[in-house]
């Protein structure tokens, strides 16, 4: 019993600091972006994924060592669109974090470096969409939690 509540505080709480991590990182990437904001964004995205690794292995945790039977997530369609929400989110970060990367790249290079406008709007673009499909996340596990798709 203690070990459930223990692992849905951690669930919860990382789940929450992602989100936060992802609003810094879209205010951080912005147009005008300079060495000084592209490292700290960098260093943003890097706590973005440690975050959401966290995610997925408390939350992994929960489904083998939680008060619920492994059953009840695996057999539960609110479950695996909880799964995919949190995949699609997973695969539009990438767009950015390669962008970062080269940017951090150009920029320990170059001082003065400023990212290119065009690559400016696709990085925002894919950020946008991650906090569109975000709450999709938590939509999905609250139905779950309330039994749908059992």
């Given at each position: ?29 912005r ?37 619920n039977s ?23 970060s990438v ?6 990367i ?18 400016m ?6 950020i ?5 499909v ?14 749908f798709?059992?």
């Amino acid at each position: 019993m203690i070990t459930d509540l223990l692992l849905a505080i951690a669930h919860h709480l990382l789940i929450f600091a992602l989100f936060a991590i992802l609003v810094i990182r879209a205010l951080l990437i912005r147009p005008g972006m300079d060495s000084l904001r592209i490292h700290r964004a960098v260093r943003i995205d890097r706590l973005y994924g440690m975050s959401a690794a966290l995610i997925l292995i408390v939350g992994f945790a929960r489904v083998f060592f939680g008060a619920n039977s492994a059953l009840f997530y695996l057999g539960n369609p609110m479950f695996w669109a909880k799964i995919l929400a949190i995949a699609a989110v997973g695969a539009l970060s990438v767009v950015p974090t390669r962008h970062l990367i080269e940017w951090s790249r150009a920029a320990h290079a170059d001082a003065a470096f400023a990212p290119p406008a065009e690559a400016m709007r696709k990085v925002r673009r894919f950020i946008g969409a991650e906090l569109a499909v975000f709450p999709l996340i938590l939509i999905f596990a609250a139905a779950m939690a309330r039994g749908f798709g059992l």
